[in-house]
């Protein structure tokens, strides 16, 4: 099948939800849409308005663009991308072995929260933060997530495993519980805490007058300059 929803400018938000059978749908989502992929359904793009939207997807190779503002975007399965857009969002990523998806937050201060499980490196999730100063809240058992702090200022909380972050430039602050972790702070004053328990850390703090407070016993510091 092919499909094209074009949902229109209604002040008040439609709701469009693709069915589990449906391949080869694009979406072009009006002010306030809450658009919603089933599990089974293929080949989506859903464009998002310049208000806030609210999008959650189960369906395999998905794209969506959310556009401008706070948009609240929920997926569950793999072979999907995000493109957030401008505005503070809340993207949530949830599910098991999740190949081949890639979170692009855009500028705001987003907020990003992965709670995933993954047997393998194939099993990779990628964040972007893009501008603006991001809180990431890893959470996942085993899957691997690489995070992208880049510019400004951010927030990183994990409690995962086989964890990839970079810092970027900016005063980040990370807080590391996990196992398997690997924190390249970038530029800038960072505030680093590995708490005890964790194991097999590696911290480079890179440039920078940065704070490391380590309580763990199992891990690698390299403090670098400044």
């Keep these: 099948s092919n499909i094209s929803i074009n949902t229109g400018s209604a002040s008040s938000g439609d709701y469009v939800f693709i069915t589990s059978t449906a391949k080869n749908v694009t979406v072009n989502a009006g002010n306030q849409a809450n658009v919603s992929v089933a599990s089974g359904a293929s080949d989506v793009k859903v464009t998002g308005s310049s208000v806030v939207d609210t999008i959650y997807s189960s369906g395999q190779y998905v794209t969506i663009d959310a556009g401008a503002d706070a948009d609240k975007i929920t997926i569950t399965s793999a072979n999907t991308t995000v493109n957030a857009g401008t505005?503070?969002?809340?993207?949530?990523?949830?599910?098991?072995?999740?190949?081949?998806?890639?979170?692009?937050?855009?500028?705001?201060?987003?907020?990003?929260?992965?709670?995933?499980?993954?047997?393998?490196?194939?099993?990779?999730?990628?964040?972007?933060?893009?501008?603006?100063?991001?809180?990431?809240?890893?959470?996942?058992?085993?899957?691997?997530?690489?995070?992208?702090?880049?510019?400004?200022?951010?927030?990183?909380?994990?409690?995962?495993?086989?964890?990839?972050?970079?810092?970027?430039?900016?005063?980040?602050?990370?807080?590391?519980?996990?196992?398997?972790?690997?924190?390249?702070?970038?530029?800038?004053?960072?505030?680093?805490?590995?708490?005890s328990g964790a194991t097999s850390v590696l911290i480079?703090?890179?440039?920078?007058?940065?704070?490391?407070?380590?309580?763990?016993?199992?891990v690698t510091i390299n403090a670098g300059a400044g």
């Design 87 to 195: 505005g503070d969002d809340n993207v949530v990523v949830t599910g098991n072995n999740l190949t081949g998806v890639s979170i692009n937050a855009g500028d705001g201060a987003d907020k990003v929260t992965i709670d995933a499980s993954g047997s393998s490196a194939s099993n990779l999730i990628t964040v972007e933060g893009g501008a603006g100063g991001d809180t990431f809240s890893l959470t996942s058992t085993a899957q691997y997530v690489l995070v992208n702090g880049d510019a400004d200022g951010d927030t990183v909380n994990n409690s995962g495993q086989n964890i990839t972050i970079n810092g970027g430039a900016g005063n980040d602050r990370i807080i590391n519980s996990g196992n398997n972790v690997t924190i390249n702070a970038g530029d800038g004053a960072d505030s680093i805490v590995n708490n």
């Design 204 to 218: 480079n703090a890179d440039s920078g007058t940065d704070i490391i407070r380590n309580l763990a016993t199992t």
